[in-house]
């Protein structure tokens, strides 16, 4: 039976490319916790940066070094060891959570933020009120009354 190749997202890049754009943006998520980029980025970054936290989580020397050819900040390094690693002891994988954005403008790329779950602000889902018809249609006999007494106070006042 045929088996499918598990390969590694490409991104538009060589391979040399491709490491250093992840290294880069797995630095910067580690030391802001939760960073803006396009979405076949982010979701590269995620099985990315999940191993890394997951060889932090081991905390032998080996793991460092490991982790180290990857992240060459110290201070990030650092961080990774002792504070997201200790963070996400208890969890067994998924460290990392993407919310998708709208498109951004001028190329209109699929944007997304990728932040670590233990870190982010669970995503607020705001709750859809209902409108006011007199607001919402703009020719109810509601809408013209209220605009009226709204300009009679407006006049009496200035």
Do not use: C, W
């Amino acid at each position: 039976m045929r088996k499918q190749k598990h390969t590694v997202k490409k991104i538009g890049r060589t391979t040399a490319h491709r490491h250093a754009t992840l290294s880069n943006l797995s630095t910067e998520l580690i030391r802001h916790k939760r960073i803006r980029t396009t979405e076949a980025k982010a979701k590269a970054l995620r099985s990315f940066v999940e191993r890394l936290i997951t060889k932090a989580k081991k905390g032998t020397m080996h793991a460092q070094r490991e982790v180290f050819k990857v992240i060459r900040d110290k201070a990030v390094i650092k961080e990774l060891f002792s504070e997201v690693a200790n963070k996400s002891a208890n969890r067994n994988g998924g460290y990392t959570r993407i919310i998708k954005l709208p498109p951004r403008f001028g190329d209109a790329a699929k944007m997304a933020y990728i932040e670590l779950v233990d870190y982010g602000a669970e995503p607020e889902v705001k709750k859809a009120q209902k409108q006011d018809r007199a607001r919402r249609v703009r020719g109810s006999k509601e809408a013209q009354a209220k605009s009226a007494s709204e300009q009679k106070q407006a006049t009496a006042t200035a």
